[in-house]
C-alpha cells in the first residue's frame, strides 16, 4: 500500500513548533504507522533568517524546505497542503483564518481561539472554503488515551461518577518578563487558556463522550480564579463541570469533573483520577502525555475494596505528538473536515467551559442541555485588554 504524504507548513519557530516538527520527522512505521507519512515543506517566521534556522535546527537542514520571512508567504506556498499554527493563543484567531482562506487545512494549537465565538467562525469559515479544521489536542490521540477510552466505554467499571485532574506548572512567574506568554494579558496569559484544556481534554473523554451521556452538554459549570497581582492574569483556577440526565437528548449520565490548574506550583501525582461504580482508573502525571495508567478493580458488592489492580504502562519513539498529525493526515487523505476523536463540537464545550468559567453571570438551558450566557462580565475579573477578542460573544 502506498503512504499518503502530507505536506506542512509551519507558522511560528517557539519551543512548540520545534516540538511537534521533532515528531513530524520521526519515521512513523516505530508507532506501527504505514499508510501515512510527513513532509515538512516550508516555514514561516519573522525573518527569513529565523525561519532557515528552525530549518537548520529541526528539520535536519533540509534544502527542499522553504524559509519564508512572512506566513503570507506560507500560505500561498503550493507545496503546502496543511499548517500548523504554533503562535501565541491571541494570534491563532487570524492565523488561522487566513490559512483557511488560502484554502489550506489547518492543525491549530490549543487553546484554538480566545473564546467560542472566535472558533465558531473558524469553522464556519473551513467548511465554506471545504478544508479540515483541527484544534491540536494531542493528548486524545495517543494511544494510551485510547485504550482508556475503550475501557471506559466497555462499562465494566460501570458509569464514571467523578473526575479529580489537575495540571499544573511552576513557571517561577516572579522572574519572567512582563511580556512573558504566561504573564501578558496581550498574549492571552493566565494558566486557565495555556494549561486549563489538559484537566478538561479527560474530562471530555469520560464524561462528555460516554455512551450514556448522548454528547449532552454539562448541565452546571461554576470556577474560581486567583489573579496574579503582577498583570492581573489568572494564576490559579478551579472549575467544576457537572453532568445531569437530561431527558431531551437521552442522557442517563449523573457525574461531576472537579477539575485546577496553576502556574505558580508544579502538578502532582496522579494526574487524573476517574471514579467508578466499580472501580477507579487512575492515570500518571503529566496529563499531556501520560505513560502509565492503573485499574483498580472493586471487590463485588463492597463499593472502594480494591479487588485487584491492572497496571499498564506505554512508550513512545518521539514525545507523541505525531499521533495527531497521523490524524490530520488520514482525515485530509479521506475528504473530512473534522476528526471525530477530536470534533468541532468538543473544541467548542471546550471554549464555552472557559468562557462560562469566565463570565459573570450564566443560566443553563435544561430542555436543551445548552449553555447561555446571561452577560459578558468575567467572574474573575480577567478581562482581555480591547482588541484581542477578533469576535465577541
Known amino acids: 500500500m502506498t503512504?499518503?504524504?502530507l505536506r506542512?507548513?509551519?507558522?511560528?519557530?517557539?519551543?512548540?513548533?520545534?516540538?511537534?516538527?521533532?515528531?513530524?520527522?520521526?519515521?512513523?512505521?516505530?508507532r506501527d504507522t504505514n499508510d501515512v507519512v510527513h513532509k515538512v515543506t516550508a516555514v514561516g517566521s519573522r525573518s527569513v533568517e529565523k525561519a532557515q534556522k528552525f530549518i537548520n535546527e529541526f528539520v535536519n537542514g533540509d534544502k527542499t524546505v522553504k524559509p519564508y520571512g512572512t506566513y503570507d508567504e506560507v500560505y500561498a506556498d503550493k507545496n503546502v497542503d496543511a499548517i500548523y499554527i504554533g503562535t501565541?493563543?491571541?494570534?491563532?484567531?487570524?492565523?488561522?483564518?487566513?490559512?483557511?482562506?488560502?484554502?489550506?487545512?489547518?492543525?491549530?494549537?490549543?487553546?484554538?481561539?480566545?473564546?467560542?465565538?472566535?472558533?465558531?467562525?473558524?469553522?464556519?469559515?473551513?467548511?465554506?472554503?471545504?478544508?479540515?479544521?483541527?484544534?491540536?489536542?494531542?493528548?486524545?490521540?495517543?494511544?494510551?488515551?485510547?485504550?482508556?477510552?475503550?475501557l471506559i466505554d466497555s462499562g465494566t467499571l460501570g458509569l464514571p461518577v467523578v473526575v479529580h485532574a489537575d495540571f499544573s506548572v511552576d513557571f517561577g512567574i516572579d522572574k519572567l518578563p512582563l511580556t512573558h506568554r504566561m504573564l501578558d494579558p496581550k498574549l492571552g496569559g493566565g494558566a486557565i487558556l495555556d494549561l486549563g484544556p489538559y484537566p478538561l481534554i479527560w474530562t471530555i473523554l469520560a464524561l462528555y463522550e460516554h455512551p450514556a451521556n448522548k454528547c449532552t452538554k454539562p448541565s452546571n459549570i461554576t470556577g474560581t480564579m486567583y489573579k496574579t497581582p503582577i498583570t492581573g492574569v489568572d494564576c490559579n483556577t478551579s472549575y467544576i463541570v457537572t453532568f445531569s440526565p437530561n431527558s431531551s437528548t437521552g442522557s442517563t449520565l449523573a457525574a461531576?469533573?472537579?477539575?485546577?490548574?496553576?502556574?505558580?506550583?508544579?502538578?502532582?501525582?496522579?494526574?487524573?483520577?476517574?471514579?467508578?461504580?466499580k472501580g477507579t482508573i487512575v492515570i500518571d502525571a503529566p496529563i499531556p502525555c501520560p505513560l502509565r495508567y492503573t485499574v483498580q478493580y472493586f471487590k463485588e458488592g463492597k463499593p472502594g475494596e480494591i479487588a485487584r489492580e491492572d497496571t499498564r504502562t506505554f512508550e513512545y519513539v518521539g514525545s507523541g505528538w505525531h499521533f495527531q498529525a497521523d490524524e490530520v493526515a488520514r482525515c485530509v487523505r479521506d475528504g473530512k473536515l473534522e476528526s471525530e476523536l477530536w470534533s468541532h463540537d468538543k473544541s467548542i464545550l471546550e471554549m464555552e467551559v472557559f468562557d462560562e468559567v469566565s463570565l459573570h453571570n450564566w443560566v443553563p438551558c435544561p430542555s436543551s442541555g445548552l449553555i447561555h450566557a446571561s452577560q459578558v462580565r468575567r467572574q474573575g475579573g480577567y478581562k482581555f485588554p480591547d482588541g484581542i477578542e477578533k469576535v465577541l460573544l
Open 88 to 150: 501565541p493563543h491571541t494570534y491563532h484567531y487570524t492565523n488561522a483564518l487566513d490559512a483557511l482562506k488560502a484554502k489550506k487545512h489547518v492543525l491549530c494549537e490549543k487553546p484554538v481561539t480566545c473564546n467560542a465565538a472566535e472558533l465558531r467562525s473558524l469553522i464556519a469559515t473551513a467548511k465554506e472554503n471545504g478544508v479540515f479544521f483541527m484544534e491540536a489536542l494531542w493528548t486524545r490521540f495517543q494511544p494510551l488515551a485510547k485504550e482508556v477510552k475503550e
Open 256 to 277: 461531576q469533573a472537579v477539575l485546577s490548574c496553576s502556574m505558580n506550583v508544579a502538578s502532582h501525582n496522579p494526574g487524573v483520577t476517574i471514579r467508578f461504580e
Open 8 to 30: 506542512w507548513g509551519i507558522i511560528s519557530t517557539g519551543w512548540i513548533a520545534e516540538q511537534v516538527v521533532s515528531d513530524l520527522l520521526v519515521d512513523p512505521t516505530t
Open 3 to 5: 503512504s499518503f504524504t
